[in-house]
């Protein structure tokens, strides 16, 4: 069994929030897994679905990002659970927006959320990072994390998101490099080799060779003016 944790804060007012992708994430994959409903227990919101023979339990701590390691901490207590069996999906401003990576372990780059999940369970946690771009100076990030995403990044949160829940079973299976395939068919899919780009000029068709001039008959000489010729 596996515990699926995602990072945000609860209430409506925070929903659209980049911190939020987290939520966002399992909410996701929850609807597209045909997980049972959300219900309230270990001091968050949490849902079950299955992968084939994989178990997973889905935890949106309610204790708001700061506090987050007290729910994930009951959880893993009463379901016996161990780090190694915790992947967080949160928000990560050192990753472009739509990005996705994968990590185990580490420091918590001044997240709160991280710090709280390092406080309570130890670091050694498989880590989902989700980019949401940078402001570009750590004054603005607090302002930053807290607003939603703008109307033009839906579609790349849509992609993002699908792809996640697409890759959710490679993911429960710990095929890490086939959840990252899974989201990048989404969020970054092959073109067509036989695609023309919409600005290249066809190319002319080629000219036909250009003949050579038949060669004009020999005039036709009468035998005086043949024997007379030879003697020029």
């Keep these: 069994m596996q515990l699926w944790v995602g990072l945000g804060n609860p209430g409506a007012k925070y929903a659209g929030n980049r911190h939020n992708i987290g939520f966002m994430a399992l909410e996701r994959i929850a609807s597209e897994h045909g997980a049972t409903p959300w219900r309230s227990k270990f001091q968050g919101e949490i849902s079950e679905v299955r992968?084939?023979?994989?178990?997973?339990?889905?935890?949106?701590?309610?204790?708001?990002?700061n506090l987050s390691g007290q729910s994930v901490g009951e959880a893993m207590r009463f379901h016996k659970l161990t780090p190694a069996d915790v992947t967080v999906f949160h928000d990560e401003l050192d990753l472009a927006p739509g990005r996705l990576k994968l990590k185990t372990g580490?420091?918590?780059a001044g997240h709160n959320g991280l710090r709280s999940m390092h406080q309570h369970i130890g670091p050694e946690y498989r880590r989902v990072r989700l980019g949401i771009g940078h402001p570009g100076h750590k004054d603005r990030v607090a302002g930053f994390v807290l607003s939603d995403f703008a109307k033009a990044e839906g579609d790349m949160l849509d992609d993002l998101l699908r792809g996640i829940a697409d890759g959710a079973p490679k993911l429960a299976a710990g095929d890490g490099s086939g959840f990252?395939?899974?989201?990048?068919?989404?969020?970054?899919p092959p073109r067509s080799s036989k695609?023309?780009?919409p600005d290249a000029a066809p190319k002319p068709a080629a000219s036909p060779p250009e003949l050579a001039?038949?060669?004009?008959?020999?005039?036709k000489l009468s035998p005086l003016q043949r024997l007379a010729a030879r003697f020029k």
């Design 106 to 108: 580490g420091g918590h």
């Design 180 to 188: 990252m395939n899974a989201v990048a068919q989404r969020t970054a």
């Design 213 to 219: 001039p038949a060669p004009e008959p020999e005039a």
């Design 51 to 65: 992968f084939g023979s994989d178990k997973v339990w889905l935890l949106k701590p309610a204790t708001f990002m």
């Design 195 to 197: 695609t023309v780009a």
